[in-house]
T-cell receptor
């Protein structure tokens, strides 16, 4: 069925280090993959997205990579800062603009 | 640009009571979604509207949940009767037609006692 797996569920890194979060999707027809950041008690906010015709996209300290053959996509955060601490969700678009979300990764950046 | 508006922000009810949530999407967004987010989990799609028509409600527990978007703009989600396991944040989102980006409201945090 329609599924997005996300790993790890929690991730702790030292300030300044890099963080990588990985997702796997099941529907090979998926063509759009957004990433959301959710701080405690707040709404999910889109931070970066990638379409299936692109292998990598970068925006300052964050980047997303996509491997369509393996149905994997990953979020990379470099030079992490305490304000990067949040829960991150990946998602995959399937069918008629339907978005399936991963289970989330709680990122803690230790000062 | 105004964001997705939701109300109420918080709601506490007893089990078997009914509750309704309201959402006003970003102007011009034809696609509207209701998601349920249980603590520690990712958003789970309950229902998707395209204008005033339902596109997907396969995950909506139709024996107790209902939703409508009569004029293709704002939407209401109702639970009747509520169960303890309905305690969650109910997020409304709308989709930007041009770029395909999804924008979320602040959510309604429901506690069923």
């Amino acid at each position: 069925g329609e599924n997005v797996e996300q790993h790890p569920s929690t991730l702790s890194v030292q300030e300044g280090d890099s963080a990588v979060i990985k997702c796997t999707y099941s529907d090979s027809a998926s063509n759009y993959f957004p990433w959301y950041k959710q701080e405690l008690g707040k709404r999910p906010q889109l931070i970066i997205d990638i379409r299936s015709n692109v292998g990598e996209k970068k925006d300052q300290r964050i980047a997303v990579t996509l491997n369509k053959t393996a149905k994997h996509f990953s979020l990379h955060i470099t030079e992490t800062q305490p304000e990067d601490s949040a829960v991150y969700f990946c998602a995959a678009q399937i069918g008629t603009y339907k978005y399936i979300f991963g289970t989330g990764t709680r990122l803690k950046v230790l000062a | 640009e105004a964001g997705v508006a939701q109300s109420p922000r918080y709601k506490i009810i007893e089990k078997r009571q009914s509750v309704a949530f309201w959402c006003n999407p970003i102007s011009g967004h034809a696609t509207l979604y209701w998601y349920q987010q249980i603590l520690g989990q990712g958003p789970k799609l309950l229902i998707q509207f395209q204008n005033n028509g339902v596109v997907d409600d396969s995950q909506l527990p139709k024996d107790r949940f209902s939703a409508e978007r009569l004029k293709g703009v704002d939407s209401t989600l109702k639970i009747q009767p509520a169960k303890l396991e309905d305690s969650a944040v109910y997020l409304c989102a709308s989709r930007d037609q041009a770029g395909g980006k999804l924008f979320f409201g602040s959510g309604t945090q429901l506690s069923v006692l």
